[in-house]
């Protein structure tokens, strides 16, 4: 349940990628805590890096959280049972499982309204001070792993977590059949919310971003255009007038997936008069924006942190073949201390990586 700590005697069969200090990631004993009830003990097959993996590996903190002390890292995993709780019905040992990562507390005001993702008690894998699941094993609770279908992958199970969160942004914009949807932001996070926008029905998708190379993917994997913009504010005006002609008619919704001053100023401009913006990237912690025009066409903000309820769609589209995650998956890697750094190294550069995924 993210719990746990460095192992001493008896404890090294199981290891984990402990973040040890800055641009310092080493595989250590990691002991687990003792299987209650409803728990189920799960072997790691896959694990993808995010980039706020990269953020903490970078400078031991993400938004408002920081690392204090050695924490094990990784988030987006999938396995196989190996043990089950006493209570637990829903999975036994052999099942192959994606695991999400969040403990809500179940008992405040959100998690009983239903939006157990806002829960101030969360306990999330790699948050610290909640160790993650870059590890031979890991404990976690059953009714937070869901059975894969027999045609959806391990590596497919571990890209439910990157993908919820387009999916949960498509649910707070209300994508559907007659929703054109603009998005900004052609990295991982922007690439999965595109692919979740065409499951969720919308008509016509482009994708804006200021490298070619990703935009080539966008376009590969569905994206109707692409647009090449720029990270200048000035250009904006210009921008915008080139994203409507591509988009043949207005902008009814607009995802910002970067979440920079830029981003979020060119999705507010390019959002058609009562269209909705919904900010899924967080890369600027303040922003100076044009508010005010945007109020006056009645243009709603949504905001989006992490996602609630999301796993059984996302494994229905896998299975269905709505949505294919495989090809996001650039770049491979095993556990091993070499290839655990090379693989952050190649994930924090960017480039041709889009997903770098260890086979455990």
Known sequence: MGKGGEGGVGAGKNMAAWLMGVNTLKILPFELPPLDAHDVRVRMKAVGICGSDVHYLKTLRCAGFVVKEPMVIGHECAGI??????????????????????????????????????????????TPPVHGSLANQVVHPADLCFKLPANVSLEEGAMCEPLSVGVHACRRAEIGPETTALVMGAGPIGLVTMLAARAFGAPRIVV?????????????????????????????????????????????????????????????????????VCLVGMGHNEMTLPLTPAAAREVDVVGVF??????????????????DVKPLITHRYGFSQREVEEAFDVSARGGSAIKVMFNL
């Not at 490298?211 to 647009?227: I, P, Q, T, W, Y």
Request: with cysteine.
């Open 208 to 276: 804006a971003d200021v490298d070619g190379h990703r935009l080539s993917v966008a376009k590969s994997l569905g994206a109707d255009e692409v647009v090449v913009v720029s990270p200048h504010v000035q250009d904006v005006e210009a921008e915008v007038a080139r994203i409507q002609n591509a988009m043949r008619g207005e902008v009814d919704v607009v995802f910002d997936c970067a979440g920079f001053t830029k981003t979020m100023s060119t999705a507010l401009s390019a959002a058609r008069a009562g269209g909705k």
């Open 306 to 323: 992490r996602y609630k309820n999301t796993w059984p769609l996302c494994l229905e589209f896998l299975s269905s073949g709505k949505i």
């Open 81 to 126: 049972v190996e043990e089950v709780g006493s209570e637990v019905k829903s999975l036994v040992a052999g099942d192959r499982v994606a695991l999400e990562p969040g403990i809500s507390c179940w008992r405040c005001s959100h998690c009983k309204g239903g939006r157990y993702n806002l829960c101030p008690d969360m306990k999330f894998f790699a």
